[in-house]
């Protein structure tokens, strides 16, 4: 919600004035290393989050958190549990809200190969499984994502169910009087837009459809911060693995 990014956006700022405040003035080593990464994360990461919004790849709330990650963790935090010290892996440059980004983009990547795991193990094989899945038709008012199919066969470009449900709302119907009595609910004056169209005639004449399901780039930032307070810079790890840094 709009709601919570101002007291976030707070908190990190009066964070941030109190930690400059005690090593002021920064003249040391580690006091100007505090300050590159502050301003690193505050004058790259922040906007990156407001710029992908800009060109529509992160949602509103995606580029809210993103802003409030880079204030409120412009750099690697250090806590002691059961004898570890965490993260146990850090990068050279240290800008903690960078992992956090890295690691949710890496998480996010591994998505299709667990969605195709999930249509491998329900026996689905297919040239679409690492980007969709099929579901019950009469489930589609409770799921999120678009339609993987239209009139003409398989489509990334399907019909959103966000509108198939803002389609029925306005025509005052459900997706059963829909599937019951297409001619009727499929007014052809009301839906002269091709997807829409395409979407209503896949949904009304089957039981089964294609979904690719949606997912907003919060819920892998979400997992990306934990893996990244825990564990670490993934990519950093891996890099190093192999002798690249």
Do not use: C
Request: proline fraction near 7%.
């Amino acid at each position: 919600p709009n709601r919570l990014g101002p007291p976030l956006y707070a908190v990190g700022a009066l964070l941030l004035i109190w930690e400059i405040a005690a090593i002021w003035p920064l003249a040391g080593p580690d006091a100007l290393r505090f300050a590159v990464q502050a301003a690193i994360s505050l004058l790259f990461v922040a906007p990156l989050g407001y710029a992908f919004w800009y060109l529509g790849a992160f949602g509103g709330a995606d580029a809210k958190a993103l802003i409030a990650i880079a204030i409120l963790f412009p750099t690697f935090p250090e806590y002691a549990v059961a004898g570890l010290t965490l993260p146990l892996v850090e990068t050279q440059l240290g800008v903690f809200s960078l992992t956090v980004l890295t690691n949710a983009v890496l998480l996010a990547l591994a998505y299709p190969l667990g969605l195709a795991a999930i249509n491998l193990l329900r026996g689905e094989r297919s040239a679409t499984m690492f980007l969709a899945r099929p579901v019950a038709t009469d489930s589609l008012p409770d799921r999120h994502g678009r339609l993987f199919e239209d009139g003409d066969g398989t489509t990334r470009n399907g019909l959103d169910l966000d509108a198939l449900r803002m389609y029925l709302r306005w025509r005052g119907a459900t997706l059963a009087d829909l599937r019951a009595d297409p001619d009727r609910h499929r007014d052809p004056d009301s839906t002269d837009a091709e997807t829409l169209r395409g979407g209503l005639a896949v949904v009304a004449r089957t039981d089964r459809v294609l979904v690719s399901p949606g997912m907003p780039f919060v819920v892998p930032m979400a997992a990306g911060l934990i893996v990244s307070l825990t564990f670490g810079d993934a990519l950093f790890a891996a890099l190093g693995a192999v002798g690249l840094v």
